[in-house]
Every structure is written in structure tokens, then in C-alpha cells.
């Protein structure tokens, strides 16, 4: 009996509206204060922004990601550019292992996008190390990182939601 998570059904092309309405909705949820649970809350713009550049390069990339960037250092009141460059290196890497990833489920994708969002946030401390006179930040400022990793299941599953073709088959159409 062999195992596989392949789905039968067959995906449509993302239509652009959806993918910066979807953007946008993380920009929001950025700015939303957790308050004592934001430690756990993963950075949402990062992973939309990864997800798609996984998905739809042709749509998003660097660009987007260094504008996205400068709307969340200026919702958070941090330092100008740590986002911006943070999303930069996020989008470049997500672009670069877009093929490799596509090829997993989505358990496996996450496994692939641990390390991206790990190197995302890593820059993200070394502008706060540089801006705050070197203050290094503890190691549980890596902890959205890995929470976001977790949340890549769903979250693909989410995203797809409305690009999915109904199972039912036409036996007039030849494909």
C-alpha cells in the first residue's frame, strides 16, 4: 500500500487581487497588539509574503517585500529599514528554493521554510544589534519563527482555498 499526499484536484492560477488582498489582511494582523501572547505570534506578513513568493513570483518578490517591510516598521515603531531588509533577504530566498519547496507536502514545506524564516528574523536582530548599540536580543525572539513554521500547514491550506477546481469531471472535456 503505498502513501501519498497528493491531491487530485487540480489548482487554478491565483488571481492577483486575492494575493494582495491576503497581503494586506497580514499587514493588519501585524498591527494588531498580542499583548502578553506576542511572543508566540508569528510575523504574518512574513509568512504571506513567503508563501507567495513560493507560489507566485511573477507577483511578488523583493519589491513588495521591501514595501511591505517599510508599512510594518511603521505600524511597530521600529527601527526604519529592519523589516524592509528582513522581507528582502525573506523574498530573494523564498524566490531562490521556490522549486525545491513546491516539490514537498506542505509539512515538509515547512520544514523547508523554518530556515527561511529563521534567517528573515536573524537580520531582522542584527539591524536592532547595530540601531540599539549592541543589545542582543534573548533566544526567545527566535520563538515566531519556529510558531510560524507550525502555522505553514494551515496556513497553505488557507491560501489555496479559492484556487482549487471542483472534483467534479466533465466526460466531454478530454483532459
Not at 498591527?31 to 507566485?56: H, K, M, N, Q, T
Not at 507536502?105 to 544589534?129: D, E, F, G, K, R
Amino acid at each position: 500500500m503505498q502513501f501519498t499526499n497528493r491531491s487530485n484536484r487540480i489548482l487554478q492560477p491565483a488571481r492577483p487581487v486575492f494575493v494582495y488582498l491576503s497581503l494586506f489582511f497580514a499587514l493588519l494582523l501585524d498591527y494588531v497588539p498580542f499583548g502578553a501572547w506576542s511572543d508566540y505570534v508569528p510575523d504574518f506578513v512574513a509568512l504571506v509574503l513567503a508563501f507567495w513568493c513560493i507560489r507566485e513570483p511573477l507577483y511578488i518578490g523583493m519589491g513588495f517585500g521591501f514595501l511591505l517591510g517599510l508599512l510594518v516598521d511603521i505600524g511597530q515603531g521600529a527601527a526604519m529599514g529592519q523589516h524592509a531588509l528582513a522581507y528582502v533577504v525573506l523574498a530573494f530566498l523564498a524566490n531562490a528554493l521556490a522549486r525545491r519547496v513546491m516539490w514537498f507536502p506542505a509539512l515538509l514545506q515547512a520544514v523547508h521554510v523554518l530556515p527561511i524564516l529563521l534567517i528573515s528574523q536573524v537580520t531582522m536582530a542584527a539591524v536592532h544589534w547595530v540601531a540599539e548599540n549592541g543589545q542582543v536580543p534573548e533566544l526567545s525572539y527566535f520563538l515566531p519563527s519556529i510558531v510560524g513554521a507550525i502555522a505553514w500547514v494551515p496556513l497553505t491550506y488557507i491560501l489555496l482555498f479559492p484556487q482549487f477546481q471542483p472534483v467534479d469531471r466533465d466526460e466531454n472535456r478530454p483532459i
